[in-house]
């Protein structure tokens, strides 16, 4: 029978919850509002709350994730300086009896090196400078930590409130059950006084939350697109300069190769020049042994006339035998 006595009680209590609940614009007996704009300053404040804080655990991801890289990107840096060190005194050394084409290609290579190590360096600075410190500060920054504070005060007020739309239930049951008290009507007035305050200022804070969570929203929103930009554009300047210093190394390397692919030169002084072919001698023979044979000729014929006319002048008697001897001679050549 109390069990029975107990739970009409409570079901009466929430009946009369209920109407103070409408009275002051809000709902039902699970205590949720129903004042539409306060519904919606509430769910707005809460999107806010969500977006934010996703937001923020991004940030800190992406400041985890550049600080990791910077770490092992530092032990690539040490790891390849040593390795053009290695290069380049070897290259200095040479120590090679037959020639010095790797030692110049091991020099080639360390510098190349050294210049890949320095952009790196270069690039791992601007991941900490231009993307982890200022996401970072972002994360630990005041506006959003002011920002998330406001929405817990409002929260805060918000279970205060409903806690008070209770305390005035109750005492409008007991006003109920002793009519014409003084004393509990003024006591219900303050607790309805007080539940319109609580009301009154939740929503004011409400309003002053959103407006300072969707300022730190769009701030995230701006910033952190900005720094990974930043971060795309500082390795893709890396790896323009790093392909350049490649591609010279590469030309570089190959020339070297070059050389010692490339068949031995003849000295100049041991040099000798290929015998002429036959043709080329029969030509040269045959030509100069005829033109040598007709002015030889020419030049004796010459001779010959001139003799013969001399020995016709003075010795008219010989000419028999002078003219003989021109035919013998004529017949000869």
Not at 73 to 90: A, C, F, H, R, T
Not at 190 to 207: F, P, R
Not at 248 to 260: A, D, G, H, T, Y
Not at 276 to 287: H, I, K, R, T, W
Request: aromatic residues 8%; hydrophobic residues 35%.
């Amino acid at each position: 029978m109390e069990a029975l006595w107990k739970q009409a009680s409570r079901l009466k209590e929430q009946v009369a919850r209920q109407g103070v609940f409408k009275q002051f614009g809000y709902g039902n007996s699970d205590n949720s509002f129903t004042d539409e704009s306060e519904i919606k300053l509430h769910q707005r404040l809460e999107k806010l709350y969500l977006s934010t804080r996703a937001a923020k655990h991004f940030q800190r991801d992406i400041v985890r994730g550049v600080e990791g890289y910077i770490v092992t990107g530092s032990k690539q840096v040490e790891i390849g300086n040593k390795l053009s060190d290695d290069s380049q005194k070897y290259g200095v050394e040479n120590t090679c009896t037959s020639g010095d084409t790797l030692s110049k290609a091991a020099t080639y290579f360390g510098k190349a090196r050294s210049l890949i190590e320095k952009e790196r360096g270069n690039m791992l600075k601007a991941f900490g400078t231009q993307v982890a410190e200022p996401l970072r500060a972002m994360v630990m920054g005041a506006p959003l930590e002011d920002a998330r504070h406001l929405a817990q005060r409002y929260d805060r007020m918000r279970q205060e409130a409903e806690a008070q739309v209770v305390e005035v239930s109750r005492r409008q049951n007991r006003v109920r059950e002793s009519p014409g008290n003084g004393d509990m009507i003024s006591k219900l007035e303050a607790a309805e006084y007080k539940l319109e305050e609580l009301k009154s200022n939740m929503v004011g804070l409400g309003k002053e939350a959103i407006a300072a969570m969707s300022a730190v929203e769009a701030q995230q929103q701006r910033l952190t697109l900005q720094r990974l930009i930043a971060l795309v554009e500082a390795e893709r300047a890396y790896h323009q300069r790093v392909l350049e210093i490649l591609d010279q190394l590469e030309e570089e390397m190959v020339s070297e190769r070059q050389k010692i692919e490339a068949p031995p030169t003849p000295a100049a002084e041991n040099y000798m020049p290929p015998p002429p072919s036959y043709d080329e001698v029969n030509g040269v023979f045959s030509s100069t042994s005829v033109n040598e044979t007709i002015q030889s000729v020419d030049f004796f014929l010459g001779e010959v006339w001139h003799i013969f006319n001399k020995k016709l002048l003075h010795q008219r008697s010989n000419c028999t035998s002078c003219y003989r001897y021109l035919r013998c001679f004529l017949h000869m050549t």
